[in-house]
């Protein structure tokens, strides 16, 4: 890490108040940051809207909020996309591959071919702390992904807003 981004860590670890997937969250949406002015913009962000009276939950849902919204159009998409599976479901990687390819969020690149362009999304949504690796290939490439309970609540809410997708739970 640059020495001239420290200070700004240790207040942006502060306002996640020691909760683990709030400080991952954090740390996969300042990996996109490069300046000390975007990182102190974060920061403000951060202090104008949490409290030290918010709720492990409030404090998440807000920071996971901002990476959320910091996301690229076909990596929103892509996320959203992974609140069809239930609660502590694993997501084999190539199958999300081909969903979302088959859902069309796969923006095309001159040259890529498509699986890699979604390869490269899954890649990014791991790298922010969005999606969790649960299983590896001996390669190491990921097999296995799931969502973390509470940022699957987050997304089917968000879902359930956007009515970007239908989720049936059997009851009327």
Known sequence: MPPNLESSTAK????????????????GLMASKSSITEWDGVYNNLNRELSENDTY?????YISFLSYHDLSYTLKQSFLYCCIFPEDYEIRRTSLIRLCMAEGFVK????????????????????????????????GRPKAL????????????????????AKSDGEE
Do not use: N, W
């Open 12 to 27: 942006l670890v502060a306002k996640c108040q020691g909760l683990p997937l709030a400080i991952v969250a954090l740390g």
């Open 108 to 139: 095309p690149l001159k040259g890529t071919v498509p699986e890699v362009v979604v390869e490269r999304y899954i890649s990014e949504l791991i790298c922010r702390g969005l999606l969790q690796v649960e299983r590896r290939h001996a390669s």
């Open 146 to 165: 799931k969502m973390h309970d509470i940022l699957r609540e987050f997304v089917v809410s968000i879902s359930k807003s956007m009515k970007f997708v």
């Open 57 to 61: 939950f409030e404090r998440l849902k």
